[in-house]
């Protein structure tokens, strides 16, 4: 399997030279990094060289680092891709940043891959990543007039509002949540090797 | 004369052919659908990010609840990740009780799919047929992990526990009588094993049954043969998987091209279909129903001869035994770590692709060696064969958007998470 994955990595860096971050193998699997600005070409010779044929997205989702341990700096906000190719019976993950983190711009790649379509639009409700040459760039999964981007980091897990029915106005109504929010396991990150035999603690 | 206008018509959100809270805007040029447009997230309850709160074995019972016809399949792709980023080996036992457990639940979810989807454009006796078989299959599922729906069964390095001993029979109560109870137990005398047996054993019967009440049934061909039909190419540009994908004459399946536990060791075939209609992925689905019996075979005979470890031993991983964690004061220490912080996963991250009965359900999961995943991203096959539904049903008449719906084996807990 890794000489197969070596292969693949020696064929994107002949194809796309400095286009392209230097292939990455861990876990068995292929990562790529890309530029915004090369993102659309990348893609389309991804899809149509002969030798890599990428014919299909299984998957693209947003992905927000602000609060990754181990962080140092960089973009805050990131489209990650799977691809895969049926030919040659391999996978490539690709990530591309969104530079500003303020308002994070993507080019779509719903021109390269049409079922890109509707994972575009779910990393845009999201996380508010806007992909820019979208046909259809609408909130997907979240309630109709929502307001914020859930799945940032620094979206509470309760939300902002609750829903209720009203007796008195006999009808549904948005109102602030009243649950406080709670924390029942922290979030913990042990050294390296932490309780491995030899190490302390 | 009147001007004639497109109309938009309100399909759903609760509507019984719509399987689950599905809405849909139609715009229809009289009775032909102009375009189709799915309004999901109804049944949005952010998994991913609960996931984010929660340790990585907290995590595991929710994915029963995505798609919730097949509980272990989701489970299985979660466990896959998990142990592929902690570097655990999945003892042999469990690995083939796992691809059992995968197949019943490849044969309960077509069954269901199959069933409903008859139900939906016309033949109601079909899904009378399929629960009586799902019937059995779902005890199955209760006897291995104590739930008929929500399994939480398999676990990061195993499965919560081996194969019980004993099949659980019914007993004489006031609507059964002796001679019920002693048919119905007739099949439920040995262990849980011998129960599949049996099953696989009777269970060709039953298919050639289905293929007696649809297969050459003329309404339902009328109601299926070039309808939602999908070309190779869009099939790949679309992004389908599973039976969507096979159907249109692609031989694409992850058990065969990317073997994951002992699927290698198994002898089965990928039927395919060459028209790419909701037809040819019923057929497809039917011939799936005896491949999987064919692997519940070969499984059952394999397991009966090796017995083992069905759960790494690794106690950071997977809890120690009761009777251990009583008597030995390390044990208790690993235990009590385990259920409060839970296993720490190192950096990194993994995608873990499984062939689960409607496509191919991925799990993307991104750590950074805390005790919770930093992202978990769900990657599951209805969200994109959903998406395609405008371009499937396009040109065609409105009742045959529920012959797409169906053909598509919609469950709104998998397009939504």
């Known amino acids: 399997m890794s000489a197969k994955l070596e292969r693949l990595c020696q064929k994107l860096r002949e194809v796309f030279g400095d286009r392209i971050g230097e292939p990455a193998i861990s876990y068995g699997e292929v990562t790529v990094m890309v530029l915004a600005a090369n993102y659309r070409d990348v893609a389309v010779t991804l899809r149509d060289h002969p030798e890599l044929r990428f014919e299909q997205l299984t998957d693209l989702s947003g992905i927000d680092y602000s609060t990754a341990a181990g962080r140092a700096g960089g973009p805050r906000f990131a489209a990650v891709s799977h691809l895969l190719s049926v030919t040659h019976n391999w996978r490539l993950r ?21 079922g890109a379509n509707w994972y575009e639009r779910e990393a845009y409700d999201m996380y508010g990543i806007v992909f820019e040459g979208h046909p259809d760039l609408r909130r997907i999964l979240t309630d109709y007039g929502f307001v914020g981007h859930p799945f940032r980091k620094d979206f509470p897990i309760s939300g902002y509002v609750e829903m209720r029915y009203d007796p008195e106005q006999q009808r549904v109504v948005y109102q602030p949540v009243t649950i406080e929010p709670r924390e029942v396991t922290p979030r913990i990150v042990r050294e390296a090797h932490y ?7 | ?23 849909l805007v139609l715009e229809l040029d009289g009775e032909v659908v102009a375009h ?7 049944l949005h309850r952010g998994t991913e990010k609960l996931a984010e709160t929660r340790t990585w074995l907290q995590t595991l019972p929710y994915l029963d609840r995505l798609d919730y016809v097949s509980m272990m399949c989701n489970e299985h792709a979660y ?30 979810n077509h069954l269901l ?19 009586r078989e799902r019937e059995d299959l779902m005890d199955v599922y209760e006897a291995v ?42 099949a439920r005398e040995g262990s849980v094993l011998d129960f599949i047996e049996d099953f696989t054993n009777r269970f060709p019967a039953y298919v050639a049954e289905y293929h007696t009440l649809l297969t050459d049934n003329r309404i339902w061909k009328q109601r299926t043969v070039g309808v939602g039909v999908v070309s190779p190419e869009d099939a790949l540009q679309l992004s389908f998987s599973g039976p969507m994908l096979r159907g249109s004459g692609i031989a694409w399946d992850v058990r065969k091209k990317q073997p994951y536990e002992v699927y290698d060791r198994m002898d089965f075939d990928i039927p395919i279909g060459t028209n790419g209609d909701c037809y040819d992925r019923y057929l497809v689905r039917m011939e799936e129903f005896l491949q999987s019996n064919r692997i519940i075979k070969q499984c059952v005979e394999w397991l009966r001869k090796n017995p083992g470890p069905v759960i790494t031993d690794d106690h950071k991983v997977a809890p120690p035994s009761r009777e251990a964690m009583k008597g030995n004061m390390e044990e208790l220490i690993h235990h009590f770590k385990l259920f409060t912080e839970g296993m720490h996963v190192p950096p990194g991250e993994v995608y873990a692709g499984i062939e689960h009965p409607k496509g191919e359900f991925g799990v993307w999961a991104v750590s950074d060696g805390a005790n919770k995943p930093y992202r978990i991203k769900l990657r599951s096959p209805g969200f994109a064969h959903l998406a395609a539904l405008n371009e499937m049903s396009k040109g065609h008449m409105i009742a045959d958007v529920t012959a797409i719906i169906g053909t598509i084996d919609l469950v709104l807990g998998d397009t939504d998470r």
């Not at chain 2, 206008?5 to 509507?15: E, I």
């Not at chain 2, 008929?148 to 069964?153: D, F, I, P, T």
Request: some cysteine.
């Open chain 2, 36 to 42: 189709a447009d799915p309004h999901i997230g109804l």
């Open chain 2, 145 to 186: 992990s104590g739930a008929r729906l929500h399994a939480a069964y398999y676990r990061p390095g195993g499965v919560y526990r081996d194969l019980p001993e004993q099949m659980p029979q019914y007993r004489v109560n006031r609507f059964k009588n002796d001679a019920t109870v002693k048919r119905l137990n007739a």
């Open chain 2, 113 to 131: 799919n199959i069933g409903t989807h008859a139900l939906d454009i016309g033949a109601m006796t079909m899904v009378l047929y399929t629960f």
């Open chain 2, 1 to 23: 004369m009147a001007e004639i206008k497109n109309y938009h018509l309100n399909f759903g959100p609760q509507h019984p052919a719509a399987h689950g809270v599905l809405r």
């Open chain 1, 94 to 114: 690709l990530r591309v940043y969104a530079t500003d983190d303020a308002s994070p711009t993507l080019p779509t790649m719903t021109g390269v891959w049409r």
């Open chain 1, 195 to 201: 309780g491995k035999a030899g190490g302390r603690g």
């Open chain 2, 79 to 108: 466990c896959l990740a998990v142990e592929k980023l902690l570097g655990v080996q999945v003892p042999i036992r469990a690995q083939y009780i796992r691809v059992m457990m995968d197949e019943i639940t490849r044969i309960l």
